[in-house]
């Protein structure tokens, strides 16, 4: 009976030990999966803050775009305004 007892105390030790080890090799698995995926993590917040600084750079572009449009167009009106006055003193010269 003796032999019994050691023999599933054995059996036992030896379970347990094999659980042991599979719990090991699984906290190392899941480590290193953590750190792959702080790994992704990490790069997808340096490509979002990389987009964002690119979004704000092209907000600016056309913001300072949309002014220069702005200002052409004054021009182009300045310019419409003159030639139409030198045309009405053409014409008053035709006509005189």
Not at 61 to 86: F, M, P, S, Y
């Given at each position: 009976?003796?032999?019994?007892?050691?023999?599933?105390?054995?059996?036992?030790?030896?379970?347990?030990?094999?659980?042991?080890?599979?719990?090991?090799?699984?906290?190392?698995?899941?480590?290193?999966?953590?750190?792959?995926?702080?790994?992704?993590?990490?790069?997808a917040l340096?490509?979002?803050a990389a987009?964002?600084?690119?979004?704000?750079?092209?907000?600016?572009?056309?913001?300072?775009?949309?002014?220069?449009?702005?200002?052409?167009?004054?021009?182009?009106?300045?310019?419409?305004?003159?030639?139409?006055?030198l045309l009405?003193?053409?014409?008053?010269?035709?006509?005189?």
């Amino acid at each position: 009976m003796a032999t019994t007892a050691r023999v599933e105390e054995s059996d036992s030790l030896a379970s347990l030990e094999e659980r042991i080890v599979r719990a090991v090799q699984l906290v190392t698995e899941l480590r290193k999966e953590k750190e792959s995926v702080q790994k992704k993590v990490d790069e997808a917040l340096a490509e979002k803050a990389a987009a964002v600084k690119a979004a704000t750079e092209l907000q600016e572009q056309v913001a300072a775009l949309t002014e220069e449009l702005e200002l052409v167009r004054a021009e182009r009106k300045q310019v419409r305004a003159r030639i139409e006055k030198l045309l009405g003193q053409m014409d008053l010269l035709g006509s005189s």
